[in-house]
């Protein structure tokens, strides 16, 4: 009897220390169905082209499992070809430290059908692989369930963006009379200096 | 004479003890004073200043002071510059993490051979041009930065920026024009110190003008490549005001400098022979990849690490960043003080110790900083750290004099290389590959740095002795003459040239410690004809 007690309350306690270390990734249901519009392989110019995202949850999931579903937040995620060599946008399982999804699309609150959102690529993405992932947050404004629009090996569906490239002509034509400048200006200063010192020993 | 007086590396600084060792300025007795000489300094008859007085800008001595340790601090902030937006930059150019290593290798690689051909070209068109030569042709590689679209570029111009960090050379040079040589100890260290600054305060700058870039409404990414004009401008600003407000000696004429001839008139072969020879030579290379080669190559990580690893904002993982080089303004020179300091009671046992002490503190605490969880630890950390390796600079050249003689140009080259050497070889080891983190990477250069300092153990001098071993009880191996006048065979004896190494010898037996007084004179020492 005091056993069971015991172990009652370790139990307790260890899912009070889960949730303490932070949601996990793995402990969230996949209850949502988000499409984009994206075709696999597409090319999206970043600063120019759309997505369309829609989301609705999942017909077959048990009912009364959104109860507690208050907020959808959909992220732009990178796929695992543009996680290689690059630790900064790791996939770990605990939410606080995941790096997988960096760019927020929209937040809105949850409603389990006719969901819809178009979204201009932002100029601050970079260039890389996606996938679309919305993650559904309780009243606490803790992560409870996700879905995305990919596999869960995260292989099939994805799309690609073409950033922008930061350069611009004006700053290449700046760029180039600055160094032009310093140049002549340099050259020009030895040479007068030379002429000065001929001048003044011809004297 | 065999030595040009005041030529790079003839500095006599500090090696009585009997002088002050911090000297801001020498007295006159020891080193004459020019009364004809109208300078707002005390000169000697050479017409370098005696005094060395900071917050003045008077022509000449101390606005070549000002001109020159400013030119420098601008290359390490050029230098350095992308290491703080790399986080931005990385998106950008869609790098990977052996990209931005290959970077930092590269960005200390260039100045290696630079800082070789400096010397020559001070040689050739003295240091003021040498120095406005370097800086105005570096100017257009920083505005190179603008064009960048692939990593393989980024690799290219981080490159050629690295090659202004020569400056270095041409600082040193130019002061050694004009500062009387028994204080220009304090005021190269005082100059290569606030020039390391830069790479503090660039981790600084360029987040701060990024932001402010960004208010204005541009985007990430074109934002970062307008911040770098601000270094690019600096270039050509101090590059103006060097040619313009500067000048070569004291009195204004180059033509003079070379009339005089400040080439060494000793021969370049023999020199490179007696210190490539000198085992202690590549011991102290070794060391000094190990404490200026893990500040650099910590410049070049540090914002990046503590952005991804704890989450911050871009500009305040610079500002933690920062203080890692600001530190330099006091741990470089702390170093030295602390080398002269235990040289006073334990002469140059003392100064093995303290660098040995010094440098592994900064490797045990590099190491914790890899494994520091928290912020606060890791910023504790990282701040002793920096305070170590910095400080253990200071203490490597308050020994390297005293390796050699006639060599001492050559030998602080060389450990200036093995500096820059260090860096990119730590870098690529530790900060390249995806194999582990940068934390793990951290930890591993921790540990290097210990096992790389150990080698100062085996630094043994037969007059002073080593970490463990006491000074040979040999009485004719055991003295400062013999061991500075081995550099030189008979017959060059017989022409007298080592007579300023007999002279340097005599000066250093204060490196025996408090034991000087009752050190016996070695029979042979005193020259006949006195």
Redesign the interface.
């Known amino acids: 009897m005091a056993i069971r007690g015991f172990l009652l309350a370790s139990f307790l306690l260890s899912c009070l220390a889960a949730t303490c270390h932070g949601v996990t990734f793995s402990s969230l249901q996949d209850t949502l169905i988000v499409t984009a519009s994206p075709q696999p392989g597409q090319v999206l110019k970043a600063g120019e082209d759309k997505i369309t995202v829609t989301w609705a949850l999942n017909t077959s999931s048990p009912a009364g499992i959104d109860s507690a579903y208050k907020t959808v937040k959909v992220k732009l995620c990178y796929a695992p070809i543009s996680q290689q060599d690059r630790a900064w946008r790791k996939t770990v399982d605990t939410l606080k430290k995941d790096k997988t999804c960096q760019h927020k699309i929209v937040a809105k609150p949850y409603s389990s059908s006719n969901n819809t959102f178009t979204w201009t690529v932002q100029r601050d993405v970079p260039t890389a692989t996606y996938f679309i992932r919305a993650y559904v947050h309780n009243s606490a404004d803790e992560e409870v369930a996700y879905g995305q629009t990919t596999d869960s090996h995260k292989t099939t569906n994805l799309f690609e963006v073409q950033a922008i490239s930061g350069r611009h002509v004006s700053l290449d034509i700046a760029s180039i009379c600055f160094s032009a400048f310093s140049i002549v200006s340099l050259f020009g200063f030895f040479f007068l200096e030379k002429r000065k010192a001929k001048a003044s020993q011809t004297k | 004479m065999a030595n040009i007086e005041g030529s790079p590396g003839s500095s006599m600084h500090g090696v009585t003890g009997r002088e002050p060792v911090l000297a801001f300025s020498v007295a006159s007795p020891m080193v004459p004073t020019d009364t004809t000489a109208k300078f707002d300094l005390p000169v000697d008859s050479e017409h370098k200043a005696k005094k060395f007085k900071l917050f003045s800008l008077a022509n000449p001595h101390m606005r070549t002071f000002h001109l020159s340790w400013i030119s420098f601090f601008t290359c390490f902030v050029s230098t350095f510059a992308a290491a703080p937006l790399v986080?931005i930059i990385?998106?950008?150019l869609?790098l990977?993490?052996?990209d931005i290593g290959n970077a930092g290798v590269a960005s200390v690689s260039g100045s290696i051979f630079s800082r070789l051909v400096m010397g020559a070209v001070c040689d050739l068109l003295g240091p003021r041009?040498g120095c406005?030569?370097l800086i105005?042709?570096s100017?257009?590689t920083v505005?190179?930065m603008?064009?960048v679209?692939s990593a393989g570029g980024y690799v290219a111009v981080r490159f050629m920026i690295g090659f202004s960090l020569a400056t270095f050379v041409s600082c040193q040079y130019w002061m050694s024009t004009m500062f009387n040589s028994k204080i220009i100890g304090l005021v190269n260290g005082t100059a290569a110190g606030w020039g390391n600054m830069g790479g503090g305060a660039t981790q600084l700058i360029m987040p701060l003008l990024y932001d402010i870039i960004r208010r204005t409404g541009s985007?990430?990414?074109?934002a970062?490549?307008?911040a770098f004009?601000i270094p690019?401008?600096l270039?050509?600003i101090m590059?103006?005001l060097v040619?313009?407000l500067g000048q070569d000696l004291p009195d204004g004429n180059l033509?003079a400098l070379q009339k005089k001839g400040e080439v060494a008139k000793d021969k370049f072969g023999k020199v490179l022979w007696y210190a490539v020879t000198n085992y202690r030579t590549w011991i102290f290379v070794l060391l000094y990849g190990y404490s200026m080669g893990v500040e650099l190559s910590t410049d070049n990580v540090i914002a990046e690490y503590f952005y991804?690893r704890f989450d911050l904002k871009l500009h305040t993982a610079g500002t933690i960043a920062a203080t890692f080089g600001m530190a330099n303004i006091v741990a470089r020179p702390f170093g030295g003080f602390a080398s002269d300091y235990s040289a006073r009671k334990f002469g140059m046992r003392g100064r093995l110790w303290t660098l040995w002490i010094l440098q592994t503190l900064g490797g045990t605490f590099c190491l914790l900083l890899g494994r520091a969880n928290s912020l606060p630890l890791a910023v504790t950390f990282m701040i002793i750290f920096s305070v170590g390796a910095q400080a253990a600079c200071g203490a490597t050249f308050g020994i390297i004099p005293f390796v050699s003689r006639r060599s001492l140009g050559v030998i602080s080259g060389m450990t200036g290389a093995g500096g820059n050497f260090g860096s990119g070889l730590t870098q690529l080891l530790f900060f390249t590959s995806?194999k582990y983190?940068?934390a793990t990477g951290l930890s591993y250069m921790g540990i290097m740095i210990i096992a790389c300092t150990l080698p100062v153990t085996l630094v043994h001098f037969p007059q002073w002795g080593s970490m463990f071993l006491p000074p040979s009880k040999d009485v004719d191996k055991a003295s400062e003459e013999h061991y500075y006048s081995s550099e030189y065979t008979e017959e060059e004896k017989k022409k007298n040239m080592h007579h300023n190494s007999l002279k340097f010898a005599e000066n250093s037996r204060s490196e025996r410690g408090s034991r000087v007084g009752s050190a016996a004179t070695p029979p042979n020492s005193t020259p006949n004809h006195v």
């Open positions: 986080p990385r998106d950008n869609n990977t993490k052996s041009y406005a030569f105005m042709l100017a257009p505005f190179c603008s064009f679209s985007t990430p990414f074109s970062w490549r307008i004009f690019g401008w270039h050509v590059g103006i040619m313009t033509s991804d995806s983190s940068t």
